[in-house]
């Protein structure tokens, strides 16, 4: 049989050289999966590596960000506690300032009763009310002048509206009943005010 004829009459010609030429790249196949295997490889160690490391990292700013939460917790309590403090303190110490008054009032009531003159008892009186008015004054109590001035529902509560034929005095403060007092600036009592009408 011809060789033409066991290949379907083609004519194959391979020279021993384009053999040897296909073997080295059947190696460089080879190589190159092995290449791709490592490179995969080193990826995955890579990978593997970085996401110790952000496990690690995670776990540390766990840790710092409970340590952050249990102070703020602290500072929380240790505020709400001076806060308390601050607030009974100045209780104490604006009561601690009116002692001294109560005194005067005690010695004022037990001279009243050993005398019969009504102006000494005055005069003591007097003396003790504007103890208490300095008093409220060094804390910024202050009252309110409202006789006179216009009627302001901010300031003054109205218990009575008294007719006037007088067109000025219509919506003004015609009497005070009760005097309002403002502390820093803030109301802290309306004054009770017949308003004119």
């Not at 820093?184 to 004054?191: E, G, S, T």
Request: glycine fraction near 6%.
């Amino acid at each position: 049989m011809d060789k033409n004829k066991k290949n379907g009459g083609r004519q194959e010609d391979i020279t021993p050289d384009e053999v040897f030429d296909n073997v080295p790249e059947a190696a460089d196949e080879n190589e190159s999966a092995e290449d791709i295997e490592n490179q995969e490889m080193d990826e995955i160690n890579k990978l593997a590596e970085e996401l110790g490391k952000t496990k690690a990292s995670l776990e540390k700013e766990k840790k710092e960000y409970l340590f952050l939460m249990a102070e703020f917790d602290n500072f929380r309590k240790r505020t709400l506690k001076e806060k308390t403090d601050i607030i009974k303190n100045a209780a104490e110490s604006a009561f601690k300032g009116l002692l001294p008054i109560v005194d005067d009032f005690e010695r004022g009531l037990e001279a009243a009763r050993s005398t019969d003159n009504s102006q000494a008892i005055l005069d003591g009186m007097e003396l003790i009310y504007n103890k208490l008015i300095k008093y409220l004054e060094q804390n910024g109590v202050k009252a309110m002048e409202s006789t006179g001035a216009p009627f302001d529902p901010d300031q003054h509560e109205a218990i009575a509206m008294v007719p006037t034929g007088d067109e000025a005095q219509k919506g003004k403060v015609i009497d005070t009943l009760a005097k309002g007092y403002m502390i820093n600036d803030k109301v802290l009592r309306h004054a009770k005010v017949a308003v004119g009408q």
